[in-house]
């Protein structure tokens, strides 16, 4: 199943965690890697209802202030990826915000890699192929593949194994910012 597939099937949980996945993934840019450790609880099978709402908003808090080295388009995505969050688990926004943020974190990975333009991420999200895309990029999308089927198959147990597809995703982000770093410097 492609990745438009598999949002557009996800439940409510599925979308949430998809959405923060791609963020966490990005999260180095914002400066801080465990800014959303308290989201991710928030997901958790026994966490009350309102969390969500709660600890967002800590976030946004949080990494509102977080100092960035320089605010290029990726910092800006994954801003804009943290402002979208809805607050209310709905369906529907978190839909449309699981979407977003696969985009966003798509270009992210993109511009990371010094690809000219977005041309082929529309085909390769609805079609699953990721011939002629660049290896960060293609690895970005299968992570994204991966969150959803993984959550797809084993419901609210698949959290860990999404924060780990993230966390490792997080790190293949930091050494693609160290190469952009060395390679800009």
Same mark, same amino acid.
């Given at each position: $199943?492609?990745?438009?597939? !598999?949002?557009?099937?996800?439940?409510?949980?599925?979308?949430?965690?998809?959405?923060?996945?791609?963020?966490?993934?990005?999260?180095?840019? !914002?400066? +801080?890697?465990?800014?959303? =450790?308290?989201?991710?609880?928030?997901?958790?099978?026994?966490?009350?209802?309102?969390?969500?709402?709660?600890?967002?908003?800590?976030?946004?808090?949080?990494?509102?202030? &977080?100092?960035?080295?320089?605010?290029?388009?990726?910092?800006?995505?994954?801003?804009? $990826?943290?402002? &979208? &969050?809805?607050?209310? =688990?709905? #369906?529907? /926004?978190?839909?449309?915000?699981?979407?977003?943020?696969?985009?966003?974190?798509?270009?992210?990975?993109?511009?990371? +890699?010094?690809?000219?333009?977005?041309?082929?991420?529309?085909?390769?999200?609805?079609?699953?192929?990721?011939?002629?895309?660049?290896?960060?990029?293609?690895?970005?999308?299968?992570?994204?593949?991966?969150?959803?089927?993984? !959550?797809? /198959?084993?419901?609210?147990?698949? !959290? =860990?194994? &999404?924060?780990?597809?993230?966390?490792?995703?997080?790190?293949?982000? =930091?050494? #693609?910012?160290?190469?952009?770093?060395?390679?800009?410097?």
């Amino acid at each position: $199943m492609s990745l438009v597939e !598999l949002i557009a099937q996800a439940d409510e949980r599925g979308l949430a965690v998809s959405g923060l996945a791609c963020l966490d993934r990005c999260v180095p840019l !914002l400066g +801080d890697d465990e800014a959303l =450790r308290p989201l991710w609880a928030s997901l958790a099978e026994d966490a009350a209802a309102g969390d969500w709402a709660e600890r967002l908003e800590q976030t946004r808090g949080k990494l509102d202030g &977080a100092e960035t080295s320089g605010e290029d388009e990726t910092v800006t995505l994954a801003r804009r $990826m943290l402002a &979208a &969050a809805p607050a209310e =688990r709905s #369906a529907a /926004a978190l839909r449309e915000w699981a979407d977003g943020c696969s985009v966003a974190a798509l270009r992210i990975h993109r511009l990371l +890699d010094g690809a000219a333009d977005d041309s082929g991420l529309d085909r390769a999200r609805g079609d699953g192929r990721t011939d002629g895309l660049s290896p960060l990029l293609a690895a970005e999308l299968r992570r994204q593949t991966t969150v959803l089927e993984l !959550l797809a /198959a084993h419901g609210p147990t698949a !959290l =860990r194994g &999404a924060l780990e597809v993230s966390t490792e995703g997080r790190r293949v982000l =930091r050494a #693609a910012m160290s190469r952009r770093s060395r390679r800009d410097g």
